[in-house]
């Protein structure tokens, strides 16, 4: 699973439909979609590389906004792991060689259905990753969304993340 999709509660098969001809438009003609037990998110599983998905959504909702109706935020997933604290602080450091020297981050943690201390997971990574942490000015965002017994962990800029809302409303300024 490389992407996490919200939507509307109770429009979750809406939203796989949009998805599935999305991913079909871009190349992917056979993603793996499902619901999960959170209502309002789906999990995807495309042969595309997710931060390119949420481009192409980007780029499709200039040319055609009207066109993604169901979908409220697509979020790429660097690896997805059981909900264990070394686990998600494994992953996060993992993927954080992609940051340079002087590059900061900041650790963003969504928890769904879950009691792990996000201020535990918080300290684990901080305490592992070099770089220095900024919550306001930051280059890259290590984000951990808990989804009960499974966490996807991502390290992201702003722009790999897609809230549609948030597009739609800064295209009418």
Known sequence: MNLI???????????????ETILDELG???????TTEFSGILYVNTTLDPTDVVKKIREKLEDEPWSIRYTMRAIPVGMMIDTDVQKISEA???????????????????????DVSSGEIITQIANKIPNKVSLKEYDWIVLVEILGTVTGVSVLKDSDIISIQREKRGSLE
């Open 28 to 34: 992917d003609d056979n993603p793996q979609i499902t």
């Open 92 to 114: 996060a450091i993992a993927q954080a060689k992609k940051l340079k020297p002087n590059d900061t981050y900041r650790v963003t943690i969504e928890k769904r259905n879950s």
């Open 5 to 19: 999709v919200t939507c509307a509660r109770h429009f979750e098969e809406d939203t796989q439909q949009e998805l």
